[in-house]
């Protein structure tokens, strides 16, 4: 996780399993991933940045730091 060195942890929600773009919050909103209706229990996010569609338990896909 070298690569996420430089992010404040306070605000990630999940890193995208394609291009690692972070989700942010700024200004009480959430940016470059979207959060998508729920599946057999799993949240499904939208990465805008890259257009890939992934979930909870995509291996290594998210990154949590917080719910």
Not at 11 to 20: A, G, L, Q, S, W
Request: proline share 1%.
């Amino acid at each position: 996780m070298a690569r996420l060195k430089n992010i404040d942890e306070s605000v990630v929600y999940c890193i995208c399993p394609k291009c690692h773009s972070a989700r942010k919050k700024v200004n009480g909103k959430f940016t470059i991933i979207k959060r998508g209706k729920e599946r057999n229990g799993l949240a499904r996010f939208l990465c805008l940045k890259c257009k890939t569609w992934f979930n909870e338990q995509t291996g290594d896909a998210m990154g949590w730091y917080g719910r």
